[in-house]
């Protein structure tokens, strides 16, 4: 039997997975398996097929990636994302990125900093600190974890340090965005039951 990859770009979460899943199955293309950033078909798909889905792709923001170089990118933000995502532990995330990276794709780290950096104009230092504030405002609205406890989750030296990151990359502090969020659920809610 053969089997077909395809890499996509952009994709973050498991809701782009079965965003994925939803528009293969729609165009009753086979998978064995999606995963963040590829797709593995059960056979290969003509031109055609593959134009069309390359289209439905890109109507939900993500691409189909032809290019080696592209998908090196594509594979370094899914380790970064994987990285920050998956913990399922209270450890820190202690990582040394430059070396956790060359050793996952086999590339040298100041090779993958400088092609991150020419093709999404944004360094890969920067990339990971977006990843970690995007996760500590999820952590933030889900409210199981204190400011403390997610600043070592993410592996901050202190609060003042991610709340500092935090400031620079939303513009609020931790407090404020967690105040917001839930005003503005609370608003939602009562919106919803005036309609009721």
């Not at 077909?4 to 009753?28: A, F, G, P, Q, T």
């Not at 990118?73 to 060359?102: A, Q, R």
């Amino acid at each position: 039997m053969t089997s077909d990859k395809i890499y996509i770009k952009n994709m973050v979460c498991s809701r782009c997975i079965k965003v994925v899943k939803d528009e293969l199955e729609k165009m009753n293309i086979e998978y064995n398996h999606v995963t963040l950033g590829e797709a593995e078909l059960s056979s290969q798909i003509d031109p055609a097929r593959t134009a069309r889905l390359k289209e439905a792709l890109l109507v939900n923001g993500f691409e189909l990636i032809d290019d080696s170089k592209t998908k090196l990118i594509e594979d370094v933000k899914k380790l970064i994302i994987g990285s920050i995502y998956d913990k399922t532990d209270d450890k820190p995330d202690s990582i040394n990125y430059s070396d956790f990276l060359s050793q996952k794709t086999g590339k040298p780290y100041t090779y993958l900093s400088t092609l991150f950096s020419s093709v999404e104009n944004l360094t890969v230092e920067k990339y990971i600190i977006t990843q970690k504030i995007e996760r500590a405002k999820e952590l933030l609205v889900y409210g199981e974890l204190t400011l403390s406890e997610i600043a070592y989750r993410l592996g901050y030296s202190s609060t003042q340090h991610l709340s500092s990151q935090f400031k620079k990359i939303t513009g609020f502090t931790p407090s404020y965005f967690k105040v917001l969020k839930e005003n503005k659920r609370r608003f939602i809610d009562k919106i919803g039951n005036s309609n009721s």
